[in-house]
Every structure is written in C-alpha cells, then in structure tokens.
C-alpha cells in the first residue's frame, strides 16, 4: 500500500521471480509479491495451486529453486549467475527466520506435554531462555487466547479450536514479527472455526503481519487487507479486499469465487 506521508513502510517480506518445482512438476511458475509491517494478507486459491508450497517456502520448510526471498530487508535465498537460487548459511538462515512464527492445518502440538509445556518448549530450547522468566510471557498469551485454564492439560483433552488456538500461542511465544498460517480452520467441525478466526481478527487488529491461506472467504473479505488469488502456480489477481471480491477481473477468480458461494 502505498504511505505518502512519513517514512516509507517496513517490508517484512519479498518474495521475487519464485519458482519451485517437485520432480517434473512446477508448482510455483514465478511468484512476486511483498507484504509491509502490519499487513494481513490472504492467500486463496483452489486446491493444489500451490498456496502451501509457497507458504513453506516462506520459512524454508521448501526450498525454491529460483528467485529471491527477503525477510525484514536479509537475503534468505537468490539468484546465482545461472539463475539458480542459492540460500546463505543455515546459521544465518535461523537467525533471519526467527522472527516467522507458523500455525498449520494440522495444529502440530506436542502430545506428551501439557498447554504450558507446549508453549515453553521453544524459547527454553530454542531461545535458551529461563522458564520461570517465559511462564508469566507464556500465560498471557494463554489468557489473550482463552485457555488459561487449560495450561496444565493434554492437547489430547482439547477440541480441535482449543488445541489451534494453543498452535497459534504458542507460535506467538516465540515473538514472531510474521505469522504464517496454513488453512488454519480447514481441519476443524464448522462449529469449531469461529473462535480460531476470532483469535487470528484480535492478531489483525493488533497489526500482527499475518500472511493466511485460508479458504474462511468472509475472513478474507474483513480482516485481510490484501486478497491473493492463486491458480496453477501463478498469482492470477490481487487487490484490496473490498475490490478484489466486488470486482473480480479475471474469468479464473470469478469461477473460483462462485464455487466458494
Ligand atoms: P495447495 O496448498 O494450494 O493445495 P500445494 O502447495 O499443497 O497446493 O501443492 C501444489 C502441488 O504440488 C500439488 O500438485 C501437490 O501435489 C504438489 N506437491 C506438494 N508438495 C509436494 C511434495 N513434497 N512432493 C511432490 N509434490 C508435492
Ligand atoms: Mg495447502
């Protein structure tokens, strides 16, 4: 978006001439987008278009094989002479990765440990941080996301809203700067998305940059400020939301968004 007074806004993310393919299959065919401090944008598409793929990309859970990838203005990965991406150091990489937190279709929580432990575990290990310094961090993110009094039980003994919403604070414990999340509220019973989604509006309205694949169309419409559509590898159209759903331009978007009516 564009600021015509002040400072310019802080790019959290670029993404350049992305390119990625699995064997034989291209699934990212040249992706350009860039996301500025507080932006929420959401990144729809059909099944198999490559949103994950991208989204992976992001935190190098995938390697791309071209372009470049620029987190808070570091070089991630770019393009050699030959036009091949080459990443920097794995050290360097955890050091500019550290301030991306991601939530995934398929919570990810550690089984064996209780709420607390769960959210404890990577600024102890990861952040080497004294529990007893993390803990009071730790229980007001379980406050903010409802489940303080769930902080001695078993993922196990939660709903599926509760265990996503323990997902999101705990990737929140870590302090991310950016959070990835991946069809967050695809896994869940319907009655179960609502209070995931009021936890990622309370993160949007609090300016958390947020890049969500979500298939949650009234998500996108009001809380994003930016709507991707992607197909086949490629972004096919984006806009503001307003725009972007009033408007569609493209014949894919409007094939798309009435299937999602
Ligand atoms: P989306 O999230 O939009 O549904 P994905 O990024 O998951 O799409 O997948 C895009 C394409 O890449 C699909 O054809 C999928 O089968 C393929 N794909 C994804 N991950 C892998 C992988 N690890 N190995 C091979 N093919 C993959
Ligand atoms: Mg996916």
């Given at each position: 978006m564009e600021n015509t007074v002040g400072a310019a806004p802080e790019i959290m993310l670029r993404m350049s001439g992305i390119h990625k393919r699995f064997g034989e299959l291209e699934v990212l065919k040249g992706i350009d987008f860039?996301?500025?401090?507080?932006?929420?944008?959401a990144v729809i598409g059909p099944s198999g278009s490559g949103k994950s793929t991208m989204l992976r990309c992001i935190n190098r859970l995938e390697e791309i094989d071209a372009g470049?990838?620029?987190?808070?203005?570091?070089?991630?990965?770019?393009?050699n002479s030959e036009g091949t991406a080459e990443y920097v150091s794995e050290a360097e990489s955890r050091?500019?990765?550290a301030c991306t937190g991601m939530v995934f279709q398929q919570f990810n929580l550690f089984p064996h440990m209780?709420?607390?432990?769960n959210l404890l575990e990577a600024p102890v290990q990861?952040?080497?941080r004294s529990a007893e310094e993390v803990r009071p961090e730790a229980e007001e993110l379980l406050r903010k996301v409802g489940l303080f009094d769930k902080r001695d039980s078993y993922p196990g003994r939660l709903s599926g809203g509760q265990q996503q919403r323990v997902a999101i604070a705990r990737a929140l414990a870590m302090k991310p700067d950016i959070m990835l999340?991946?069809?967050?509220?695809s896994a869940l019973d319907p009655e179960l998305t609502g209070e995931v989604l009021k936890t990622m509006r309370e993160l949007a309205a609090e300016h958390m940059?947020?890049?969500?694949?979500t298939h949650e169309m009234a998500f996108a419409r009001e809380a994003a400020n930016h709507v991707m559509f992607m197909a086949d590898g490629v972004i096919v159209e984006?806009?503001?939301?307003?725009?972007?759903?009033?408007h569609p331009a493209q014949e894919r978007t409007i094939a798309f968004l009435n299937n999602m009516l």
């Open positions: 860039s996301v500025v401090k507080g932006d929420v944008l470049t990838i620029e987190i808070k203005g570091r070089v991630l990965a770019k393009n050091e500019i990765l209780t709420v607390m432990q990861v952040k080497k999340f991946d069809e967050p509220t940059t947020m890049v969500v694949v984006q806009g503001i939301p307003a725009e972007f759903f009033a």
